[in-house]
Structure formats: structure tokens, C-alpha cells
């Protein structure tokens, strides 16, 4: 058995690199393109603790992890270029699970029904599909609504 063993074991070991290596590209080449989103998220600003949102949060029990980002996105229509971006207003996580945080707006009231969800909100919830959902936050009315979307 003397040298077929040593020749077995090598043939095993190198089996099993073959394969990890393999199912670690495999993994690679199939997440979403958001799943580093801690990359994304990388230039978030601070979290305030000055802020009546993170406070009201923290109360509630969620840990807020990021502080407000702001996505930059260029748009091309018709040979043009169009600048706009996308703001995240923090990050937060309750039992394991990370969630975006939406705050209340004056200026931008917010129509509960299900277009009106959709069309404010559906964009994050496809940004960063790992999170379990939105929070919606507002601070002056004490509240904290979970929206999540089911597609299909």
C-alpha cells in the first residue's frame, strides 16, 4: 500500500481543493450584483446619535449600523447624459436582520397604497436584496412601519 496509498490521499486532497475552488467561482458568478453591498456602503456617512430617528430606533430595539448614503447614478437618454442619485437614510439591524431605513418627509408625504409603496420604495428593497426589508420611520408621529415586497 506504500506508495498507491500516498498516491490515493494526494488524489482525494486534490479532489476536494478542485471542488471548493469550483463551488467558490460558481457562488461568485451567481450572486446578485448586491450582495457586497457593505462595499456599497462603504461611504456612508456616520451615524448621528443626535438624531431623533436613530434614537426612536434604538428605543424599538434596532441597532443602526450605517448613516445616511447617497448612490450617484448616470443616466444616458438618447446620447445624453442625465446625473441623479439615490439616498439611503441608514442602515439598521434587529435579531440578525438588516434592514433600509426611510424616514418621513414634510415635503414628501407619503401615499399608502400600493402604487404609491411601489413606486417610492420597491427601488430599495431591489438595491439590496438581502435586507429583509424597509423601515419606514417617522419620528414626529412615533412610528415604524415594515414594508416588504414579494415578487411573482
Given at each position: 500500500?506504500?506508495?498507491y496509498g500516498d498516491w490515493l490521499v494526494m488524489f482525494v486532497?486534490?479532489?476536494l481543493i478542485v471542488y471548493w475552488l469550483y463551488r467558490l467561482f460558481y457562488r461568485w458568478l451567481h450572486e446578485p450584483p448586491s450582495m457586497n453591498s457593505r462595499v456599497l456602503l462603504s461611504n456612508a456617512e456616520e451615524v448621528r446619535e443626535d438624531d431623533e430617528n436613530v434614537r426612536f430606533l434604538e428605543q424599538r430595539g434596532y441597532e443602526v449600523t450605517?448613516?445616511?448614503y447617497r448612490l450617484?447614478?448616470?443616466?444616458?437618454l438618447d446620447g445624453q447624459t442625465l446625473q441623479s442619485r439615490l439616498f439611503i437614510d441608514l442602515i439598521?439591524?434587529?435579531?440578525g436582520k438588516h434592514y433600509i431605513v426611510k424616514t418621513a418627509r414634510d415635503r414628501m408625504p407619503m401615499d399608502w397604497t400600493g402604487s404609491g409603496v411601489r413606486d417610492r420604495l420597491l427601488v430599495y428593497a431591489l438595491l439590496m436584496p438581502e435586507s429583509?426589508?424597509?423601515l419606514f420611520v417617522d419620528g414626529k408621529e412615533r412610528t415604524i412601519r415594515t414594508i416588504t415586497f414579494r415578487l411573482g
Open positions: 500500500m506504500g506508495k486532497a486534490g479532489s450605517y448613516g445616511k450617484p447614478i448616470t443616466i444616458k439598521a439591524e434587529k435579531g429583509e426589508g424597509i
